[in-house]
């Protein structure tokens, strides 16, 4: 059974920082893409970013966050993190952990994320 658990979200004021976690568990980790997702209220999902655990596709981040989110692994550990920092009231959104292997999309449950002063 496939699982992706998010967690690390909640409420930061502007100019904070957060690390999101997702542990992935049911599929083969090291040859999928590994994708980071975010929905503000009333707009679509968006890839924030992406990367593939084993390395052999550079990790991507959308312009948006480009200077100030990280994506990062953790093979052994079967996670990947989002790192973000500098945020910003825009930033407000619930995160998504996303997984693709051998053509199947999965998707995390999201985690919250308020950006507020």
């Known amino acids: 059974q496939v699982q992706l658990v998010e967690s690390g979200g909640g409420l930061v004021q502007p100019g904070g920082s957060l690390r999101l976690s997702c542990v992935a568990s049911g599929f083969n980790f090291t040859t999928s893409a590994m994708r980071w997702y975010r929905q503000a209220p009333g707009k679509e999902r968006r890839k924030v970013a992406s990367?593939?655990?084993?390395?052999?596709?550079?990790?991507e981040h959308d312009g948006a966050v480009l200077g100030r989110f990280t994506i990062s692994s953790d093979n052994p550990k079967n996670s990947v993190y989002l790192q973000m920092n500098s945020l910003e009231p825009a930033a407000t959104a619930v995160y998504y952990c996303n997984a693709e292997d051998s053509g199947y999309n999965y998707w995390g449950q999201g985690t919250q994320v308020t950006v507020s002063s």
């Open positions: 990367i593939t655990p084993s390395g052999d596709i550079p990790y």
